[in-house]
């Protein structure tokens, strides 16, 4: 069945260092690709997306390409901040199983120090 | 506008207790959905309603949960005879209908987390 894999954490860096939080994905069909956000204390937050093969989604200094031939979602930023310290969710949409559903992978947390 | 509301924020029960959990869309958002959040579990999908009708029920973990969605509008989350491991956080979103279908963003409430003792 569809299914994403994500990069195991925690993840610590130093403020200003460079960010890629590994997704791998498995499915059937085109599914749409996203990155949500879950800061402490919060619910999840959209971060950005990607709808078809190539697209590049960006927000927040976050970046990722869906890379159809890797079956691939990276997440990268150039120059992390201590703000960005939180779990980070990879996740693949569509039609699955008869439903419209997300599919999560476990989650990275991340926490970034000054 | 208003986001996904949930109530309550915060639910202590007894192991064998029954309750209810509310989820509020956003306007106009024809799908709603269901997830729980727990240690060990990550985010597992539970169940999809467009409009009032659930197509796919196959993510509830038991004939213990139920949920329903009048108006288009409101869901509960039901659980029955609550045991230990149904303690989680429970995540709703909402998603609207584009021109051109659904484009699967969703977007969460800050749900409710459920301890069962």
């Known amino acids: 069945g569809d299914s994403v894999t994500q990069m195991e954490g925690p993840v610590t860096l130093s403020e200003e260092a460079f960010l890629t939080i590994n997704c791998t994905y498995t499915?059937?069909?085109?599914?749409?690709l996203f990155w949500y956000v879950q800061y402490p204390g919060e619910g999840l937050q959209l971060l950005l997306k990607?709808?078809?093969?190539?697209d590049k989604g960006s927000n927040k200094g976050f970046e990722a390409t869906y890379r159809k031939e890797t079956t691939s979602f990276h997440l990268e930023k150039g120059s992390v901040q201590v703000s960005d310290s939180a779990v980070y969710f990879c996740?693949?949409?569509?039609?699955?199983?008869?439903?419209?559903?997300?599919?999560f992978g476990q989650g990275t947390r991340l926490t970034i120090n000054p | 506008g208003a986001g996904v509301s949930q109530s309550p924020s915060n639910k202590v029960t007894e192991k064998g207790k029954d309750v209810e959990l509310r989820c509020d869309p956003i306007s106009g958002h024809t799908a709603l959905y269901w997830y729980r959040q727990s240690l060990g579990q990550g985010l597992e999908f539970l169940i999809y309603f467009q409009g009032n009708s659930a197509p796919d029920k196959s993510g509830l973990p038991s004939d213990r949960f139920s949920a329903e969605r009048t108006g288009g509008s409101v869901s509960t989350l039901t659980i029955q005879r609550t045991q230990q491991e149904d303690s989680a956080v429970y995540l709703c979103a909402s998603s609207y209908r584009t021109s051109g279908g659904f484009t699967y963003e969703q977007y969460f409430g800050p749900g409710t987390r459920l301890t069962v003792t």
């Open positions: 499915a059937t069909g085109y599914p749409s």
């Open positions: 996740a693949l949409g569509g039609v699955i199983q008869g439903a419209q559903k997300l599919v």
């Open positions: 990607a709808t078809k093969a190539d």
